[in-house]
């Protein structure tokens, strides 16, 4: 059953993705050239990420920063980084970046649901609860992209960004993450993507559907109340944690 499970899932990846790739080719080649346009540098941001099993792919975005933005060592990335360009932060607004993964789920590194992927700092001090993550294929979006989708609000003007995003959204889009594949479906999947499509023109609606799919699924009241977003968001530690990370170094204070 599994293996038919899977085969399905792949099978409409790829077709979706062909799809997707053919119908938005006008956009990504207006897209593209805009970015060049503004410093006739590559349109393209590629860069290593965690997927499943724990492997390393090279993931493709339209690029929203500077060149070389990487340089900074900075990963998490607050709506008020210098290094987001004019035409990046329309991108980032409306997802745009993010179309250009569907090269990846054509390839098979990522599907259309699953939880987003991390790069390598972040999923080495993941907890052994957290590494469950690992277990599925990354997507191109999840319950925490719709819930978190303000990230960069969130860490705007945080003197440790990387920090910030490990205190105040790690601990919920890991439980996020964790719910999605104890519940993975088919039928969910198709929930999460036209939930992640209204996300883009209201915000709250995509809120108020995502805590009732949650409450549907039978989640706990904690992670209903998460995804209503009412809450102000305070440092809590990450699953299977019980201490509040204050570094990306020492996995051992994370257990």
Do not use: C
């Amino acid at each position: 059953m599994k293996f038919l499970n899977d085969l399905l899932n792949r099978s409409l990846d790829i077709l979706l993705s062909i799809i997707g790739i053919a119908a938005l080719s006008p956009i990504f080649i207006l897209t593209t050239v805009s970015i060049w346009l503004q410093d006739f540098k590559s349109p393209f941001y590629v860069s290593n990420r965690v997927g499943k099993d724990e492997l390393v792919f090279r993931i493709v975005k339209l690029r929203t920063m500077v060149v070389n933005a990487d340089a900074a060592g900075i990963d998490s990335t607050s709506m008020t980084d210098p290094r987001i360009t004019r035409i990046g932060r329309i991108l980032r607004r409306y997802k745009i970046d993010e179309l250009s993964q569907l090269f990846n789920v054509f390839f098979g590194n990522m599907s259309f649901v699953g939880p987003r992927p991390n790069v390598q700092r972040e999923t080495e001090i993941y907890t052994r609860l957290e590494s469950k993550l690992l277990t599925v294929k990354p997507g191109i979006t999840d319950l925490a992209s719709i819930v978190f989708s303000d990230e960069g609000e969130i860490l705007a003007n945080k003197s440790d960004p990387d920090i910030a995003y490990n205190q105040l959204i790690r601990p919920g889009k890991s439980e996020l993450g964790l719910f999605y594949i104890e519940n993975k479906s088919i039928p969910l999947d198709i929930a999460i993507i036209a939930i992640t499509v209204i996300s883009i023109f209201s915000r709250e609606l995509a809120l108020k559907m995502t805590s009732k799919l949650l409450h549907f699924l039978g989640a706990s009241e904690k992670l209903i109340k998460l995804a209503s977003r009412k809450m102000k968001l305070v440092p809590s530690p990450p699953p299977g944690s019980d201490q509040i990370v204050k570094s990306r170094f020492y996995k051992e204070n994370l257990e």
